[in-house]
């Protein structure tokens, strides 16, 4: 009897067992990649694949064969002319408009074609719309707090007291979007950028991993425009974001990498420097 060897031959069984029953669960550890159903597989580094998407609305080709990819944790801006399809493009990673023909992919196995809008949110894409849609008589704590509940991997009735973690969440989430010194104000008495902020903060207690954007600096001051490109920076690397956007200087404090739509396909992508300077996107933005 060596109890030395009875022990290193129990951690072998046990972990036999362990491996035997991840395989069961899992399913494909044969391919050596192993997922849970559902999970959101950035193995390619792509959280984002969109490839020959066309959308026709009585036969006008809003998106015609576009094909784009977003990196895991990237910051993306997306700029074009009025029409260039740009909301249409978030319509479709969204499941609002279903397209035509093309193949839309969340991370390497979730076809969002193949989804609905409430499916798409669950899976960890959040989009902004312009319009902040908060509850204004609720103080922006409640807003955070009502955003977490409406998560339905959080069962709990909206009145039930919220536990420790949930409130360091919200806390933490209110930090973020600078509101910390506005958290008991009602929302409807914030400034408009600070409604656009608590907005976003509400998309974050959803925990997206995908974060859609469609003008969300439109009305607002230099300064608040400043401190939302700094939210946004803040967010990349944990989130991937993509940023529709017409101001400029916005889209330079951004600094990611841009893409170009016009007529509903990729015209240039590259440094935002590079795309203004091509002669093709000069001639769409003067063509208008
Ligand atoms: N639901 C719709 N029905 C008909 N036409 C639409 C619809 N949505 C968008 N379009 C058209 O598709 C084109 C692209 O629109 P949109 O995606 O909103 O462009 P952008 O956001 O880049 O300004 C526009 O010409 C617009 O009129
Ligand atoms: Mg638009």
Request: aromatic letters at 4%.
């Amino acid at each position: 009897m060596n109890p030395v060897l009875d022990i290193q031959r129990e951690c072998a069984r046990l972990a036999a067992e362990r491996d035997n029953l991840r395989e069961q669960w899992e399913g494909e550890a044969s391919t050596g990649h192993v997922l849970r159903p559902g999970e959101l597989d950035l193995s390619h580094k792509v959280i984002l694949y969109l490839d020959d998407i066309s959308v026709s609305f009585d036969g006008f080709r809003a998106l015609n064969k576009l094909s784009l990819t977003i990196d895991a944790g990237e910051l993306r801006c997306i700029i074009g002319p009025n029409g260039a399809g740009k909301t249409t493009m978030m319509d479709v990673i969204t499941g609002k408009t279903r397209p035509d023909s093309g193949k839309a992919f969340f991370g390497q196995t979730i076809d969002l074609t193949r989804l609905t809008e409430p499916e798409i949110a669950h899976a960890g894409i959040g989009r902004k719309f312009q319009k902040p849609t908060i509850f204004e008589q609720h103080s922006a704590f409640e807003n955070l707090e009502l955003a977490m509940k409406a998560d339905k991997r959080v069962r709990r009735t909206l009145f039930a007291r919220l536990a420790d973690d949930e409130r360091d969440r919200v806390a933490a989430v209110l930090r973020r979007i600078r509101l910390e010194q506005v958290a008991d104000r009602p929302a409807g008495l914030l400034s408009h950028g600070q409604k656009q902020w608590l907005e976003i903060g509400m998309l974050l207690m959803q925990e997206p991993k995908l974060l859609l954007l469609d003008e969300p600096v439109a009305g607002m001051t230099d300064e608040e425009t400043e401190r939302t490109a700094e939210l946004l920076k803040s967010l990349a690397g944990q989130h991937s974001l993509v940023v529709v956007e017409h101001d400029m200087a916005f889209v330079e404090a951004l600094g990611g990498e841009v893409t170009v739509l016009c007529e509903g396909a990729v015209l240039a992508e590259g440094e935002l420097a590079t795309v203004q300077a091509d002669p093709r996107v000069i001639e769409v933005y003067l063509g208008r």
